[in-house]
C-alpha cells in the first residue's frame, strides 16, 4: 500500500501500486466519502453511455404511438 502527502491545493497522487490495480485514466470521475472513523474511501464512477436506457431498459413496453381506438380498449373493464 503506497502513501501520498496533501498538497497545499487539497491534491493527492495515486501511488503506483494503486494505479497499477486499477486502471485510472486522466480525467476519470471519482467519488470521495469520509467514513465515521476518519477513513478517507476513493471509488471509481462508473459513466452510463445512457443512463435512462440503463435505468428502464432500451426498448419500452409500449408502442411510440397508441391510436385512440386502443386507449379506449384498454380503458375499458
Do not use: C, Y
Request: charged share 30%.
Amino acid at each position: 500500500m503506497g502513501k501520498s502527502r496533501v498538497t497545499s491545493k487539497f491534491q493527492i497522487t495515486l501511488p503506483a501500486d494503486v494505479r497499477e490495480r486499477v486502471p485510472f485514466r486522466p480525467g476519470e470521475v471519482v467519488a470521495i466519502e469520509a467514513t465515521d472513523d476518519g477513513s478517507v474511501v476513493v471509488r471509481r464512477v462508473r459513466k452510463v453511455a445512457n443512463p435512462l436506457d440503463h435505468l428502464i431498459g432500451r426498448k419500452p413496453w409500449f408502442p411510440k404511438s397508441i391510436p385512440p381506438e386502443q386507449v379506449d380498449e384498454w380503458a375499458e373493464p
